[in-house]
């Protein structure tokens, strides 16, 4: 496997987490004022999942990149921005129906029709405490991608 696949896989993985886990979190206190502790295990592993799928379908990275690259110069703040602002409308847009199914019609027994209209009832807090979350953690998160998939500061120095 290609190093660049191994560190998108991982960096995929690791974002997942990240997200599903807040996620879960701020969508149990925004809809019910408090975290339901007794399905977050399974809630908090279905958003994972959703979020490393969506990733693995999609290239979401690629899309921002590409759009963030015709606005602004790679490597400056405007270019970072962008990019993970591109990258999280696409993965909400797909990701808040696919949680919202899954935690009203699984979990709660309520028919599809009924939770599907509220899908995106919490586009704007996830868009806006992802948008912080990436801002803040996504070098690190990066760079912890890299480490994972073998790249040492000797083999980035011979990549670059």
């Excluded at 990733?55 to 690259?69: E, F």
Aim: hydrophobic content about 60%; charged content about 10%; glycine content about 10%.
């Amino acid at each position: 496997m290609k190093l660049e696949t191994k560190v998108n896989l991982y960096n995929n993985l690791f974002n997942s987490i990240i997200f599903g886990i807040t996620f879960t979190i701020i969508g149990g206190l925004i809809t019910t004022g408090a975290v339901d502790w007794a399905s977050f295990p399974i809630s908090a592993l279905v958003g994972v999942m959703a979020g490393f799928v969506i990733g693995l379908i999609i290239p979401i990275v690629k899309i921002g990149a590409i759009v963030a690259g015709k606005l602004s110069k790679p490597g400056t703040f405007l270019f970072n921005l962008i990019m993970n602002t591109v990258l999280l409308i696409l993965i909400l847009l797909f990701m808040c129906p696919a949680l919202t199914i899954f935690m009203g019609s699984v979990l709660m027994g309520e028919p599809i029709s009924a939770v599907l209209p509220n899908s995106y009832a919490l586009f704007l807090p996830f868009f806006f405490i992802g948008l912080i979350l990436l801002m803040v953690f996504s070098g690190l998160i990066m760079k912890l991608s890299m480490k994972c998939a073998g790249i040492t500061a000797e083999t980035n120095q011979e990549t670059a």
